[in-house]
């Protein structure tokens, strides 16, 4: 581990887990509106 790593508090680790949430809702977002968009094709 780096030495941020082992430097962040709790709330720190909180605030990284909050991005990865958004990050992780909008690319579910962003291909399901894709998939749809593209279903005939895909199915």
């Known amino acids: ?3 941020k790593e082992l ?3 709790f709330l720190d680790h ?3 887990l909050r991005w990865h949430l958004i ?3 909008i690319a ?3 291909l399901s ?3 749809f968009i593209c ?3 895909i199915f």
């Open 14 to 16: 909180l605030e990284v």
């Open 1 to 3: 581990m780096s030495k």
């Open 33 to 35: 509106i894709l998939a």
């Open 28 to 30: 579910i977002i962003s």
């Open 39 to 41: 279903k005939d094709f």
């Open 23 to 25: 990050r992780s809702g």
């Open 7 to 9: 430097d962040m508090s």
